[in-house]
């Protein structure tokens, strides 16, 4: 990967196709981490609204926590 041109608010990269592709792969990954971490949050909603007097919190300590280990 090489970069062709940065400024403030864009960067212009040159990158051979496998990095485009291994980029993509990450990219398709962490949007699955992130839509597993929402569904996990959708999850504790409900509890939270037969609770009123307890505040829930849920922290989210990395990948490992959607993937169910």
């Known amino acids: 990967m090489k970069i062709l041109e940065e400024k403030k608010s864009s ?39 037969q609770a009123h007097s307890v505040t829930m919190r849920y922290e989210w300590i990395g990948p490992e926590d959607v993937r169910g280990h």
């Open 11 to 49: 960067v212009v990269l040159e990158l051979s196709v496998e990095e485009a592709e291994a980029i993509a792969a990450d990219l398709r990954e962490n949007a699955a981490l992130v839509g597993a971490g929402g569904a996990e949050l959708l999850k504790l909603l409900p509890q939270a609204q």
